[in-house]
Nanobody, 126 residues
Framework: QVQLVESGGGLVQAGGSLRLSCAAS????????MGWFRQAPGKEREFVAH????????DYADSVKGRFTISRDNAKNTVYLQMNRLKPEDTAVYYCAADRGTLWGALPKRSGYDDWGRGTQVTVSS
């Protein structure tokens, strides 16, 4: 099982930017496709973005497409989420997730993530 620790959350005004990081340990990072999910108060957790083991394939939720960018550095065992033009509706706890077993350049099912971090709070004020 891989251990995941998120960082980089905080309070930002609408229109601002944040970069989240997720550091992985415990197993080879490049074995895992990585994803970001979020959960707002009173709502179910939802998919935000994910990236293949190679970093060459990505996919985004429609609500963040064009504003958020997911990337990874396999040498640093870290996945990032660059969030630009933030909106109050982006306020949520953001979770990092890992999925083992997908092919190098492929993306897993959005529902296929097994390992999760504890989350980092992102609050966007209007």
């Amino acid at each position: 099982q891989v251990q995941l620790v998120e960082s980089g959350g905080g309070l930002v005004q609408a229109g601002g930017s944040l970069r989240l990081s997720c550091a992985a340990s415990g197993r080879p990072f490049s074995d895992y496709a990585m994803g970001w999910f979020r959960q707002a108060p009173g709502k179910e957790r939802e998919f935000v973005a994910h990236i293949s083991r190679s970093g060459g394939s990505t996919d985004y939720a429609d609500s963040v497409k064009g504003r958020f960018t997911i990337s990874r550095d396999n040498a640093k065992n870290t996945v990032y989420l660059q969030m630009n033009r933030l909106k109050p509706e982006d306020t949520a706890v953001y979770y990092c997730a890992a999925d083992r077993g997908t092919l190098w350049g492929a993306l897993p099912k959005r529902s296929g993530y097994d390992d999760w971090g504890r989350g980092t709070q992102v609050t966007v004020s209007s």
